[in-house]
């Protein structure tokens, strides 16, 4: 959410910087608002200054014998007006709710307007893979080596489902283990998570309401209800909601493994078939909780440890600086790290990092204190590492030999009982 004080301060800016993103907006009906209920309080607090005063000299004035029936009259008279003017307050706030709750954040100044296609490319590591050989994409791969049962995983569940088996469901487990080793080796603690969630999660990290069409419902979508959650990122950035952390607890550096559920599938396009695009998939997740001015140091060590375990896999890919619209609404920044996926000869995103600013921390009530000064709200981050459902295409594809086997990455073939060939 973003701060009203900034709005009040510097709406055309806010207004041009949002506009980057997409997101047009005039502040006029917001500034209205908050006006109005500005001056609302101001009466209604010397209201009930006065009621208070007043009500400390009726034990005084019956003490001396004077008439109070009439103070009553007006005590009752004054109350009345302050519950009217609390009302008028309270549909204010909501109005004002409304609004601020629909904004996305503030992009970055340094991020350039438009969608994806002003992305830019800003770091490639490794070669493209070359092959002297027909090459096969991973749903081939997968099939003939049987890796992956497709069919029943429609049978069971529908489109945009599949089943692990024998040695890809062993592949699999051995990402997630790699990744879990990794984290735990740079100090971060491991949480495994409640996959369904309450209303206030999704709130907090910026996705409810406008995107509650995006997730699976429990029951009846509602406040009162539980939805699945997209990504470990919607529960770890809630933990310390309506919390004060102390400052020497920060950076809280946490991660988690989930499978992910996501309304949003694939479609029948070629470069989305197979595991590329689904309604489940598996995900490791990082997220760090910070003072603003370690804001940036967080996002560079969580884009630095996500680049890192690509690159121990060998696996070819690019790093790129999204433009303002392909940033999500919840995002003042992000970064994405893109897998080369030879068959289709295209980069596909295996890891967001992304930069929340203050504006989770504010739906959620997140603040952190310096000694005995007034309560800051934190900076939240996040970054995958990694979704799987990309990298193990990508490991398929990349390290695919002429015979049909797939070589196992050096990294993960402690994990799978020494094997260096999947055959």
């Known amino acids: 959410m973003i701060d009203i004080n900034k709005i009040r301060e510097n709406s055309q800016e806010i207004a041009k910087q949002l506009l980057k993103k997409g997101y047009e907006i005039n502040f006029s009906e917001l500034l209205s608002l908050d006006k109005e209920k500005r001056e609302l309080l101001t009466i209604c607090e010397n209201k009930k200054a006065n009621k208070n005063k007043v009500s400390t000299l009726i034990p005084v004035y019956k003490k001396e014998g004077k008439e109070v029936e009439s103070v009553f009259l007006d005590m009752k008279k004054l109350g009345d007006e302050i519950v009217k003017l609390d009302q008028k307050i309270s549909i204010i706030d909501k109005k004002m709710n409304d609004i601020l709750f629909s904004l996305p954040n503030i992009p970055d100044n340094d991020l350039v307007a438009g969608g994806k296609e002003n992305n830019e490319v800003v770091k490639k590591v490794g070669k493209v893979p070359s092959f002297d050989f027909k090459i096969k994409d991973h749903v081939e791969l997968c099939e003939q080596l049987k890796l992956i049962d497709y069919e029943r995983g429609v049978k069971l569940a529908g489109s945009g489902h599949w089943i692990y088996k ?26 495994l998570l409640p996959h369904m969630l309450n209303y206030e999660c999704g709130f907090g990290a910026g996705q409810f309401p406008k995107f509650v069409d995006e997730v699976f ?180 594809e990349q390290y695919q030999n002429a015979d049909g086997s797939v070589t196992v990455p050096q990294v993960l073939r402690k994990y799978m009982g020494g094997i260096t060939e999947i055959r």
């Open 166 to 191: 024998g040695m890809g469901a062993k592949l699999e487990w051995a990402l997630l283990n790699f990744f879990i080793d990794e984290h735990l080796a740079d100090g971060y603690e491991f949480m």
């Open 217 to 396: 419902w429990v029951d009846n979508k509602s406040e009162n209800n539980k939805f699945l959650l997209p990504t470990a990122e919607t529960a770890l950035v809630n933990l310390y909601r309506n919390e004060i952390i102390k400052e020497e607890n920060l950076p809280i550096k946490i991660f988690a493994y989930t499978p992910c559920y996501r309304r949003e599938a694939g479609s029948y396009r070629t470069e989305e078939r197979g595991m590329i695009r689904g309604y489940q998939f598996n995900k490791v997740e990082m997220v760090q909780i910070t003072t603003p001015e370690n804001s940036d140091k967080a996002f560079d060590e969580l884009l630095g440890k996500a680049e890192k375990i690509v690159e121990k896999l060998g696996l070819h890919f690019q790093v790129s600086k999204l433009a303002a619209g392909d940033c999500s609404a919840s995002m003042a920044r992000t970064y994405d790290i893109e897998v080369w996926i030879p068959s289709m000869k295209i980069y596909k995103e295996v890891s967001s990092a992304s930069n929340a600013r203050d504006y989770q921390a504010r739906r959620s009530n997140m603040r952190f204190r310096k000694d005995t000064k007034k309560p800051e709200f934190v900076h939240t981050l996040n970054a995958s590492g990694l979704a799987t459902s990309r990298i193990f295409p990508a490991i398929i």
